[in-house]
């Protein structure tokens, strides 16, 4: 059964950094394109990073562009999630997804999905 598995979540003051992780198991992330997303309460899930299955190719929100680095261990079969300068309002669930083959930043295109790990910006 394919299952995706966050870590790395807890509580961090604002300009600090946190790294997450998404690990994989029931099925191989070698085709793959892998997505975090985030979701405050009562609001929706928003698309924060991507990155492709073939080439390693990666695009983000403009929330975290340049703060925020998605990457990838195939041979740990595990993607990660670099957070630094953590504002406020970086202060969300947030969950790893895959879909087969390209990449995309649109949630219903993502059959796989984590469930979730906490993350709390606050001084």
């Known amino acids: 059964q394919e299952q995706l598995v966050e870590s790395g979540g807890g509580l961090v003051q604002p300009g600090g950094s946190l790294r997450l992780s998404c690990a994989a198991s029931?099925?191989?992330?070698?085709?793959?394109?892998m997505g975090w997303f985030r979701q405050v309460p009562g609001k929706e899930r928003n698309f924060v990073a991507a990155?492709?299955?073939?080439?390693?190719?990666?695009f983000y929100a403009d929330s975290v562009r340049g703060r925020f680095t998605i990457s990838r261990d195939n041979a740990k079969n595990t993607v990660y999630l670099q957070m630094n300068s953590l504002k406020p309002e970086d202060t969300a669930v947030y969950y790893c997804?895959?879909?087969?083959?390209?990449?995309?930043?649109?949630?219903?295109?993502?059959?796989?999905w984590g469930q979730g790990t906490q993350v709390t910006v606050s001084s």
């Open positions: 997804a895959a879909k087969i083959h390209g990449m995309s930043g649109r949630l219903n295109d993502y059959p796989y």
């Open positions: 029931g099925f191989t992330l070698d085709y793959y394109s």
């Open positions: 990155i492709d299955w073939n080439n390693d190719n990666t």
